[in-house]
């Protein structure tokens, strides 16, 4: 079956620090992993895309890194600001078949 | 803005009663698609329409209808509705025409619906 789990559940941190959150995923067959960023209230909406054949992606202050060998990916946000307080899903895709991970919560206290 | 629109925002229902969740895209994406988010999990595929005449089953399909109206359109039906099915419920939408690829999904802000 196909998994995608994150961790940590939820984060705390302070204003203008950085932080890296976790992923692991089995999923066959493997086309793509992406990250989205979910306000409360709203829909996901995308950060990254990589495909298997990318180690890391930019936008902005986040970078994702994908390792195909090991199945694991992560974020690191940088410099993180108030805005960033969300809920980030790892998405990893077997042909345009989405399977969700349930998320890490953060939030950027001033 | 272009986009995915949902409606409604929220809806309350009583056990047995029935409703429909509009969703419209004017991306001229192909593909279209129905999510249930619980919380604490990942979102589900509930059904999905791969285009413009075709509908398939996803992962949690039970209890559920839908209509790829046209292009734009692709409504949830919820028949006989059940506290089972409290959940936000998400649209959203795709150029993928099936097969690999790299392909962008866009989300709509979600359907808050509760079943008492």
């Known amino acids: 079956k196909n998994q995608v789990e994150q961790s940590p559940q939820s984060l705390i941190i302070l204003e203008g620090k950085n932080c890296t959150l976790q992923c692991n995923y089995t999923v066959s067959p493997f086309s793509n992993l992406r990250w989205y960023k979910q306000d409360t209230g709203r829909g996901p909406v995308s950060l990254t895309i990589m495909t298997f054949s990318e180690n890391t992606k930019s936008n902005g202050r986040y970078t994702a890194t994908l390792d195909a060998d090991t199945k694991q990916s992560s974020l690191h946000i940088t410099a993180s600001q108030l805005s960033d307080s969300a809920s980030y899903i790892c998405v990893a895709d077997a042909g345009n078949m989405l399977t969700f991970g349930g998320g890490t919560r953060l939030m950027v206290k001033p | 803005n272009a986009g995915v629109t949902q409606t409604p925002k929220f809806q309350v229902l009583k056990t047995g009663q029935s409703m429909t969740l509009q969703c419209a895209q004017d991306?001229?994406?192909?593909?279209m698609y129905w999510y249930r988010q619980d919380p604490g999990m990942g979102l589900r595929l509930i059904y999905y329409?791969?285009?413009?005449?075709?509908?398939d089953k996803g992962e949690v399909p039970n209890g559920y209808n839908v209509s790829r109206l046209n292009k734009r359109e692709f409504s949830l039906r919820l028949e006989s509705a059940a506290p089972s099915q409290t959940s936000v419920y998400f649209c959203?939408?795709?150029?993928?025409?099936?097969?690999?690829?790299?392909?962008?999904?866009?989300f709509g802000s979600g359907t808050r619906l509760t079943v008492v």
């Open positions: 329409s791969a285009s413009e005449g075709t509908t």
């Open positions: 991306m001229n994406h192909n593909s």
């Open positions: 959203a939408s795709s150029e993928a025409r099936g097969g690999q690829g790299a392909y962008g999904y866009t």
